[in-house]
């Protein structure tokens, strides 16, 4: 081992938040003080609590939570896939669909007209602007981009998340051993 | 009649030797020498049936792969169990199986006590290759205590053998075939509606996944007691 260097060249990642419920995200900060110990090698250039308009150039890692559920999700992931070199899909979401695909065997019509119409007693009406359009069906990540990793679980365990992102730090890539859901 | 006496054949699982009765199935065998085969459709006290295919074998001569739980054993077997390749075959009939119906772990009255879902863990299953289905299933809620939930149906007929093998009821049974293939109660009729069904929920317990449950548990809230089955098989032996 060389002797400590400051600055040490810091791990660019990234976190993206699809169509999921933002638990895999609170997973990752469930990992509390180690996040501390993280921030020494890592620095968060994306994520939800990140102002910035763009997704910047040159990820070294992106945490994917969520599913591919509208227009917008595919466009991003694409754009999040080429800018980053290594993808993981966090959480069963991302990794199989989980609940946002349970929609898939109604329908996204039948969907928003039960969220916009049947449920709605003030001028409903299915919103065609600002809000993204949903695809027919809600797939995992790797059915639209190739990814490196899969960390299932809902949410993942803290434990598990901060171990997967330990090795990767020590420049281990191996699929962890959890179970769905 | 005198019993002709029981002839041992001697074989080999991954390398090891084993001995084995010449009635026995090289999945038998290699359980009493604790070699793993993962199964689905197979439980102790049922007739076998070779269905979910996971228990594939390699056998020395034999260019195609063999169902463990009924090949019987034959002298100078070579048997491997375990294999980069058979691991492969063995995720894809897994990941097969999560991509033809709608199992969503996290929202199952079985999470975490799951034969399908330990065995994904088991076996390595990252994420399944195939492209999902999302078949549209029903749910039979029509029985008073249970559900039937095709979604979670895996096709194993456990249901099946022990309503007609252990109860003697035979409520179950398989309708149509490829990716219309359903167990069904009676004749095709809501479960509720079955003049054959005792109640004695048989089925539920030894459903491997969350297909049958009993109502009124929530997620992750049921586990399967299958403790009754090797006594009753017991039981059925003595009385031959």
Known sequence: ?181 | MTKSPVRVKTLTIDGREVGAREDQTILEVARENDIFIPTLCDLPGLSTLGACRLCLIELKGVPRLLPACVTRVAEGMEVVANSERLDRYRRSILELLFAERNHVCSVCVVNGHCDLQSLALKLGMTHVHFPYQYPSLPVDASHDRFVADHNRCILCARCVRVCDEIEGAHTWDVMARGVDCRVITDLAQPWGKSESCTGCGKCVQVCPTGALSEKGKSVAEMSKRRQFLPYLTLMREGRR
């Open chain 1, 1 to 181: 081992m060389s002797a400590p260097v400051i600055p040490v060249e810091k791990i660019r990642m990234a976190t993206v938040w699809l169509d999921g419920c933002s638990g895999c995200h609170m997973s990752l900060l469930d990992t509390d003080e180690r996040l501390i110990a993280l921030a020494q090698r890592v620095t968060v250039v994306w994520g939800p609590l990140v102002d910035m308009k763009e997704f910047p150039a040159n990820v070294d890692v992106t945490l994917v939570e969520g599913a591919i559920s509208s227009e917008e999700d595919l466009h991003r992931i694409k754009m999040v896939r080429s800018r980053s070199k290594l993808l993981i899909s966090l959480g069963d979401c991302a990794v199989t669909g989980n609940v946002p695909a349970m929609r898939n065997k109604f329908g996204a019509d039948a969907v928003l007209r039960r969220a916009y119409l049947e449920n709605v007693t003030l001028d409903p009406q299915i919103p065609r602007e600002i809000i993204p359009t949903l695809l027919p069906k809600v797939r995992p990540v790797h059915e639209a981009v190739p990814v490196d990793l899969f960390i299932p679980g809902c949410p993942p365990s803290a434990d598990l998340i901060f171990s997967v992102l330990s090795d990767l730090l020590d420049g281990k890539v191996t699929n962890p051993a959890a179970k769905f859901g």
